[in-house]
C-alpha cells in the first residue's frame, strides 16, 4: 500500500477534487442546489431514501410495524445520492443535511418532518408504542445503544468503508487505523451479545434494527467486501445475532426497499402497496418491458 507522507496542509483549506465513489456528492456548503418538489403518494407516512444502511433502517421499520398490524402504511421514493436528488429543494426542506433517509407524516396537522434514522426509529417507535420497552430501564437501555450507533457507525461508513472500499488509492494508516476501530466495535457488540439475545435484553427493539442495518449486514458480507479482511465470523454473537434478524420477514422486505442494487429480485425502487414486493421488482418491471 502507499503512504502519502508528504502532505503539508496549506494554511487556508480550498476545496478540489479528490476522487474516489461518492466523490461528486461532497461540498463543504449546505443548502439545495436546485428547485425540485419532492413526491407526496397516498399514504399518511412519506419516506424518501435509498437503501444504504441507514435508508434499510426505516424501510425494516416500517416493514415490521406493518407486521404487527400497526396503520403504518407508506409510500417510498427513490432518493439517487449519485444524481443529486438530496440537493433538491424539496428533499432539503424536509432533512437541512441533505441525508437519506427524511421522512414526513402528513398525519399531523401541520405535517411533520422527521430526518436522521435514528430520530425517524424513535419517532415511529413512540408514535406506534412498538418496539421500544415502556419500563423505563429496558427503554434506557435501548436508547442507549440506538445512539451507540449513531455515534460509532460513521467509524465503519465514513472511516473503514471510505479508505478501505472507496478511496482513489488505498492508504495503510487510515485502513489500519478504521479497521482497529471497526473490530473494536465488533467486539463491544459482541460482548454485549454473549449475555444478550439482543442488544437491550429479550425483546427485538429498535436498537438492534439500527445496529443490524450496520453491523449486522457487516458480518453477513453486505459491507465493502471486507467480510474475510476483518474476520467477521470470529465474532460469534454477533453472527448468531445477525443470521436471526436476518431470517425475519419485515426485515427480508425492508432491505429491498428503495434498493437499486444487486439482483434485480432484490430490487424494489418504490414502494406504494404491501403488493408491490410481488409485483413490481426490478426483475418484474424489467420483463414487462
Known sequence: MSQDSGYIPPTVWEPKESGGKFASINRPVAGPTHEKALPVGKHPFQLYSLATPNGVKAGVMFEELLAQG???????????????????????AVNPNSKIPALMDHGTTPATRVFESGSILLYLAEKFDAFLPGEHGARTET?????????????????????????????EYPIDRYAMETKRQLDVLDRRLAESRYLAGDAYTIADIANWAWYGQLVLGRLYDAAEF??????TNVVRWAEEIDARPAVQRGRMVNRTFGEPSSQLHERHDASDFETKTQDKLEAQR
Do not use: C, R
Open 70 to 92: 400497526h396503520d403504518a402504511e407508506y409510500d417510498a421514493w427513490l432518493i439517487d445520492i449519485g444524481e443529486g436528488d438530496q440537493f433538491g429543494s424539496g428533499f432539503v
Open 230 to 235: 476483518l474476520q467477521v465470523q470470529t465474532y
Open 143 to 171: 436508547l442507549n445503544w440506538l445512539f451507540w450507533q449513531m455515534g460509532s457507525a460513521p467509524f465503519l461508513g465514513g472511516g473503514f468503508g471510505h479508505f478501505y472500499a472507496y478511496a482513489p488509492e488505498k492508504l
